[in-house]
């Protein structure tokens, strides 16, 4: 039994030694299991020689590596929070979130330690930067942990100018990751293909899973060039691949995927946001013998929270499923009492899975948790067979006139329009509305279609409150670090 998350190396060294860990894809370096684990305690005795005590938190900022790995696990052998941050923001904004848990330490990949040496002229509680170990040092851990203290940080935006930094135990990790393997059916012989950067909760969650199941986990940081990825999921024999429903675009419409064949990918699978129903109908079509699983969660549930299963997604496409094993899921009105079968409320969520809470924002976390169960402010209603569909973020409704209008839908009936890619609805100011509708879209490559054929589309299918007042046909649709469209550079164009 594992109580502890470096436990999830030091167990796949002792149950499968010589399975290989992790796959560097651009450098073709590899590591086992017990390879990985001589690196981790190397790197925990020089953060403990150094005097890390019990609780401090060590800073991450490095691209995916088998060293951001490595570290990760040490700090928590060392009984340290990791904090992985955003290593593309700049360096202010990243000593804004070290600040704000009160960093001790911070490692740095080697393009990035410049930006390290500025976050630690701006952060003085920061006392060391790790170096990279070799020499391996057997050490036990100064003061053990228990499973329900904190192991990691994860920051994420919030509704707050302040960050919010969401602490999540061992417990949390791997008891979500426990039931993420119960139904994937995950094994010692499945290797995950992740594109996913570590600093987000998707991409650990890639990591821990395949680990506990004694997995493989191919590291490839090249997404830009997407049909190098194709190639790494055939050279290196890759049994998943995950995604948000950005990557699943791009690579449907720009490159060679649906012609390509992947004789050992078992799985695709999408979260971190709506995934549009033509995306899952092309991706349904073009693998059929492939399972897709489309899973909900976020950063404070540590992260999956619900899944539908994959005989259903041709069935019913928008669909997000029912909760994975050992979370419960509800949908409430204001009051906090269940809704009936079709009625819209807020999906709230209870399990072991469930963050400790906001980093020194009681405030926050008061709102966000509320006897036990995580208000996770997103919007939607249960079909009569209890699987769960997304209408909206309650936060991103747009106030314009005497309506509130979720963007969801205008982006679902422009995303059923065959010459548009990808949607995004913001709220552009306006003297008399408050708010007008602004709508972006990125057409399929070698498609064309006019602004004003766009809003005529839009007439013919949507009440007039909700017809976007202009349509802006972008080159590039702008995307986050995570992969996701990025709204809030959408609202300042």
């Known amino acids: 039994m594992i109580f502890f998350l470096d436990e999830l190396v030091s167990e796949g060294a002792a149950g499968w030694p010589d399975n290989i860990a992790v796959i560097e894809a651009e450098t073709g370096n590899s590591i086992t299991y017990k390879e990985l684990a001589k690196s981790v305690e190397a790197l925990s005795a020089q953060i403990l020689r150094k005097g890390l005590k019990k609780g ?55 393009p990035l330690k410049e930006k390290a040496e500025a976050i630690r002229e701006e952060v003085r509680s920061i006392r060391f930067i790790i170096e990279d170990e070799k020499k391996a040092l057997q ?69 821990f899973s395949h680990f506990l199941a004694g997995g493989t986990v191919i590291i490839d940081n090249r997404f830009m060039y997407p049909s190098v990825v194709l190639d790494t999921i055939n050279k290196y ?28 990918l078992r799985y695709l699978m999408q979260a971190g946001d709506r995934m549009p129903s033509h995306l899952t109908k092309k991706l349904t079509e073009t693998f059929s ?22 005989d259903l997604v041709k069935v019913k496409p928008n669909s997000i499923g029912r909760a994975i094993p050992d979370v419960k899921i509800k949908v409430v009105n204001i009051d906090g009492k269940e809704c009936n079968v079709g009625r819209k409320g807020e999906i709230i969520a209870r399990g072991e899975n469930v963050m400790l809470g906001y980093w020194n924002n009681k405030k926050e976390t008061s709102k966000t948790i509320k006897k036990g169960w995580l208000y996770t402010g997103d919007m939607a209603y249960r079909d009569r067979d209890g699987d769960l569909f997304i209408v909206g973020r309650r936060k991103n409704f747009i106030k314009t006139g005497a309506h509130r209008v979720n963007p969801l839908e205008i982006e679902d009936v422009v995303i059923e329009n065959n010459n548009i890619m990808e949607a995004a609805v913001v709220g552009a100011g306006d003297d008399i509305l408050g708010k007008r509708l602004k709508l972006f879209v990125l057409l399929v490559p070698g498609k064309k279609i006019s602004p004003n054929e766009i809003i005529k589309f839009c007439k013919n299918r949507l009440p007039p409150y909700k017809v976007p007042s202009e349509v802006v046909i972008l080159q590039s649709m702008p995307k986050n670090s995570f992969g996701k469209i990025d709204k809030k550079e959408l609202r300042i164009r």
């Not at 990760?72 to 704000?100: C, M, Q």
């Open 237 to 264: 024999r890759a049994t998943g691949f995950a995604g948000v429903s950005s990557h699943y675009a791009i690579l449907l419409y720009k490159t060679d995927f649906n012609k390509r064949k992947f004789p050992t």
């Open 289 to 310: 013998d492939k399972k897709l699983y489309i899973a909900y969660g976020q950063t404070e549930a540590s992260p999956r929270m619900t899944y539908l299963n994959p």
């Open 139 to 207: 050490t036990e851990r100064r003061v053990r942990p228990k499973g329900t203290d904190p192991v990691s940080i994860i920051y994420t935006s919030g509704t707050t100018r302040r960050p919010l930094g969401v602490m999540l135990s061992h417990r949390n990790l791997i008891s979500n990751n426990t039931s993420i393997v119960k139904y994937l059916s995950l094994t010692a012989d499945d290797k995950i293909l992740s594109v996913l950067p570590f600093y987000y909760i998707y991409g650990l969650s890639l990591l």
């Open 56 to 110: 401090q938190r060590v800073g991450i900022l490095s691209p995916n590596s088998i060293l951001f790995i490595c570290v990760y696990f040490a700090i928590s052998r060392a009984g340290g929070i990791a904090v992985p941050f955003n290593h593309t923001l700049d360096s202010l904004d990243i000593a804004r979130e070290a600040k704000d848990c009160g960093l001790s330490a911070i490692y740095a990949g080697k």
